[in-house]
């Protein structure tokens, strides 16, 4: 009887540890999951096909990305539902900030804006000196136009370049909204032989897998820069959120050896790299 007693401490040990033993190993293991937010133009192009997984053998963490639009990356971030965002449009992503659901934005990197359209040309706005004046030419005509109208990075500058237009195309009978994401749209534009605004690193990816029929019509304007800046969730804001490992995928995306990857992405396939690295770039060089 006397032993009996003598191990029941260790008998209570042994339970203790048995019943916390999960519940540590599964919260070390929800540690180790990041979700991370972005749009869907580093998806489609492929680049996160690559960086991911390099992203993840080098730190253990199991990336769990989901593709939208910028504008619906940023209010998952605003209800703490991703850890960290990968995004492109500069004046959402500063009020993001502000209003403190975001910390600790980094500059990554850039590509640029097009304008396509039908290689028959239509409404004639190949070759227009600024995009502005392509969406005048292209409502003169009537002309179809493919909108992604889905509060995305990309949805935002054309929203900004129809009103340095002066138009409002809401209504009109050849401004048709997709609600879809920046290759289902450029799909959808290819079927109907419209004309869009794209990043050309979706463009390129696309084209090359299946021939949209889709051409550039205006180009190399610095309003058409498409910015994209890596954001932590605010922990202080969300606690639950994976703080650490938002921190950790912002700092694999700015350092050296991962810049190098983006900087050649894309050069083998198209002759040009898909992404411009700007990591410790002054904002201000790139107009921002």
């Known amino acids: 009887m006397n032993r009996i007693f003598r191990m029941l401490p260790i008998f209570v040990a042994l339970f203790l540890f048995s019943a916390v033993a999960p519940v540590s190993t599964g919260w070390a293991a929800q540690q180790k999951n990041l979700i991370l937010a972005t749009t869907t133009s580093t998806q489609d192009s ?25 504008g619906q990356a940023m209010k998952m971030g605003e209800k703490g539902e991703a ?50 004046d392509a969406l005048k030419t292209v409502a003169k005509a009537n002309a179809l136009w ?8 990309t949805h935002a500058k054309e929203k900004g370049l129809f009103k340095a237009a002066g138009i409002n195309p809401e209504g009109q009978k ?26 050309r690193g979706t463009y390129l990816a696309l084209n090359k897998k299946a021939h949209l029929g889709l051409e550039i019509m205006v180009q190399g304007e610095p309003k058409l820069l498409n910015i994209y800046h890596v954001i932590a969730v605010n922990p202080a804001k969300w606690p639950k959120v994976n703080n650490v490992g938002a921190k950790a995928f912002a700092d694999f995306m700015v350092s ?13 396939e198209f002759g040009s790299p898909l992404f411009f690295p700007d990591a410790g770039r002054k904002p201000e060089s790139l107009g921002l």
């Not at 980094?106 to 190949?126: E, Q, S, T």
């Not at 493919?146 to 990075?153: E, I, K, Y």
């Not at 050296?256 to 083998?268: L, V």
């Open 46 to 70: 492929g680049l996160l096909d690559v960086l991911i997984p390099i992203f993840e053998k080098q730190t253990g963490y199991f990336v769990k990305t989901i593709s939208v639009g910028s």
């Open 83 to 132: 850890d960290v965002l990968l995004v492109h449009s500069p004046d959402a992503e500063k009020k993001f900030v502000a209003d403190g659901f975001g910390v600790d934005r980094k500059l990554v990197m850039h590509n640029d804006f097009i304008v396509l359209g039908p290689a028959n040309d239509p409404a004639k706005i190949r070759g227009a000196k600024t995009a502005a």
């Open 146 to 153: 493919l909108s992604r109208g889905d509060n995305s990075g």
């Open 174 to 199: 050849w401004f048709q909204q997709t609600g879809l994401g920046m290759g289902e749209t450029l799909n959808v534009a290819a079927e109907k032989k419209g004309y869009l605004l794209a990043d």
């Open 256 to 268: 050296k050896k991962t810049q190098e990857i983006i900087s050649t992405f894309g050069k083998k």
